[in-house]
């Protein structure tokens, strides 16, 4: 038994479609944690710079998650 | 005492708070006040509070969020600078230190990523230091209690959910009243809006009690026996008609005497008791209401007397199931030889009876439910949600309300967060201008690649890139406002779903995570800002006639 609008379902099933955006940052900010550990293993002095960097980069990456939360919100919220 | 003794007895003690609080509370104990807690209505604009606020533009809580932070960090620059005053002496007081660090760590932290330029570049640490202050006041804003909960309480708009209201503690408050866990409101459409609308807005009636029909009908007439004592027309004192106000202020004074006279007449006391005191404005709306009432109360008189039957209706089906379950049982046991036929005539019946069960409890569930909004309609003439005993006795309003809250976090409006990435990326070219002159624009319009042409074919490549570059740059203007807005809004978002799942505890965690993520976020915004200034202010035009030197 389903009730509700079928656009109501339609939306969420969209919204969920557009979090697949968040699969590719996903695996990015593991390979740049794994560079990050990698590189701090090998010259723990440089600890701090690597770290500082890492950051910057996994929020690059992370940023095209947001999009895709954002497209997802705009669908839920907005449409 | 063993370690795992011990152990038990704390994790014991820590399951049983867990469940007080997770559990019990949260699900038993506040629905049961009324308290259980609502889903907002999430919207991504910033809810409008007064339209037209100030030249023709509407006055949102994402502004009054902003301008909340704003006033802060001013006041907190006023008495930091009045402070300082005395801050020359060679050792700093607690207060000079503590600013001291807060600054120097910032300062430092910067350094690392920009080098000299950050000393070098006007106003470039104070831009993104005020970026990043500014930002994380207005994130940490948003957390504090109150925000984003307690706003002004209006009738739920066409299309979102509401929920019942009830008076506040004070005067002129209202409160949401949600007495099940897990509700996530009653959808509203335009004509129980338009109802609402009338009860909380226009004010066209007090709550009315709840009577039968022939009362309502009586009353109505005693009123309109009154009001037929009225003057057609009320004049001034100097013979014109009045208007308005002085209309119904004669008005009022004209039913205060026909009523006077109207009690002292010969009267049903029953009668007498309820239009006794009661004012020119109850005596219209009485009236007004009194046809849709008498419906409503017909309704509720109706249903509730077939409910009276298909309870004792369901009570003797009970009594004859049960009476022949124990037969059959009997039966079984004493005569094992039961024939067949017996059997399938007792199984009919059964499926039988259980079939007409199903159908009485079927009506009576839809009978309840119309009892209860009858109920509320006798009360509160179009109400749309139904109302029990219990919560009639505490004075719940059966129309569906919500909430606009008066601030909501800075951050969390896509407007404000645009606006500064806008800003901060056209600051990025003026630093790129100020550094390397007109030729900053080769970095998109690269012609002296173009120039080149004849030496080095593969130039033209480099135009193309230019180009490219021109979109990259909107992009980061579309980057910097995506990134702070999508984490603040959906930060908000999971507050708002995790309270509304667990109210007690458990958000707690998730405001760990907002406190991170709102000085993340904002330090990240500032970083991008001063590493995209310093990417400009590079020198690009000419590094392959350097390469080409070098090798």
Not at chain 2, 43 to 66: A, C
Not at chain 2, 351 to 370: H, I, M, P
Not at chain 2, 414 to 428: D, G, N
Not at chain 2, 503 to 511: G, K, N, R, S, T
Request: with cysteine; aromatic share 10%; hydrophobic share 50%.
């Amino acid at each position: 038994m389903i009730d509700g609008s079928i656009e109501v379902g339609l939306k969420a099933i969209g919204a969920g479609l557009a979090m697949v955006g968040a699969f590719g940052p996903g695996i990015g900010i593991g390979l740049l944690a794994q560079g990050a550990m990698q590189a701090i293993g090998r010259n723990p002095d440089a600890a701090g710079t690597i770290q500082a960097n890492m950051i910057l980069a996994i929020v690059f990456t992370e940023a095209i998650a947001i999009y895709a939360l954002v497209v997802s919100l705009l669908i839920v919220f907005v449409l | 005492m063993t370690a795992r003794t011990r152990g038990l007895i704390v994790f014991g003690g820590i399951l049983f708070v867990a469940i007080i609080f997770c559990g019990v509370i949260p699900f038993v104990v506040m629905p049961g006040s009324g308290f259980a807690v609502a889903l907002p209505v999430i919207t991504v604009p910033g809810e409008i509070i007064t339209p037209d606020f100030f030249l023709g533009v509407d006055l949102t809580n994402t502004i009054v969020g902003t301008v909340f932070a704003d006033l802060l960090l001013v006041l907190a620059i006023f008495l930091l600078w009045r402070a300082s005053k005395g801050w020359t002496q060679e050792i700093p007081g607690r207060l000079q230190a503590l600013m001291e660090i807060i600054a120097e760590t910032l300062y430092n932290f910067f350094q690392g990523l920009a080098g000299d330029r950050l000393r070098t570049t006007p106003m470039l640490w104070p831009l993104v230091a005020t970026i990043f202050i500014f930002l994380l006041t207005a994130n940490m804003l948003k957390l504090l209690p109150g925000v984003e909960t307690v706003g002004s309480m209006h009738c739920a708009y066409a299309g979102t959910n509401g929920y019942y209201m009830i008076d506040g503690w004070t005067g002129n408050s209202y409160r949401l009243w949600v007495d099940e866990p897990l509700n996530a409101g009653f959808a509203q459409n335009e004509a129980e809006e338009e109802a609402c609308n009338l009860y909380f807005k226009e004010k066209a009636y007090e709550p009315f009690a709840i009577q039968t029909s022939d009362e309502i009908q009586q009353q109505s007439a005693a009123f309109a026996v009154i009001l037929n004592e009225l003057p057609e027309t009320f004049t001034g004192e100097n013979g014109e008609a009045l208007e308005g106000d002085a209309l119904h202020d004669a008005e009022a004074e004209a039913y205060e005497a026909a009523l006077e006279a109207y009690l002292a007449g010969d009267t049903d006391p029953t009668v007498v008791e309820v239009v006794e005191g009661t004012d020119f404005d109850e005596a219209h709306a009485y009236i007004e209401f009194a046809d849709a009432r008498i419906a409503s109360a017909e309704t509720f008189a109706a249903s509730t007397t077939r409910l009276a039957e298909i309870e004792t209706e369901l009570e003797a089906l009970d009594g004859d199931h049960g009476g022949e379950e124990e037969a059959t049982e009997g039966e079984a046991t004493t005569d094992g030889e039961a024939t067949s036929d017996e059997a399938v005539v007792l199984v009919a019946e059964e499926v039988d009876s259980d079939a007409v069960r199903e159908a009485l409890g079927a009506e009576r569930e839809t009978l309840e439910e119309q009892i209860g909004l009858a109920r509320a309609q006798v009360a509160f003439p179009g109400a749309t949600l139904p109302l029990s005993e219990e919560q009639l006795d505490n004075d719940v309003v059966p129309f569906k309300f919500h909430i606009t809250p008066f601030v909501r976090g800075a951050a969390t409006d896509l407007s404000l967060t645009f606006a500064l990435a806008v800003i901060s990326m056209v600051l990025v070219q003026v630093y790129g201008v100020m550094a390397l002159g007109p030729a900053y624009f080769d970095k998109f319009l690269n012609i002296p690649a173009l120039g080149n042409l004849s030496k080095k074919p593969l130039g033209a490549i480099d135009f193309v890139v230019g180009l490219l570059e021109i979109i990259a740059e909107i992009g980061k203007v579309v980057s910097l406002a995506f990134r702070l807005f999508g984490n603040l809004f959906a930060g908000g978002v999971a507050l708002m779903a995790v309270t509304f799942l667990v109210a007690l505890f458990v958000p707690i965690v998730i405001y760990g995570l907002e406190v991170i993520i709102g000085t993340v976020q904002a330090l990240v915004f500032a970083v991008l800002t001063l590493v995209f200034s310093v990417q400009a202010m590079e020198h690009h035009g000419d590094d392959h006639e350097h390469d080409a030197e070098h090798h």
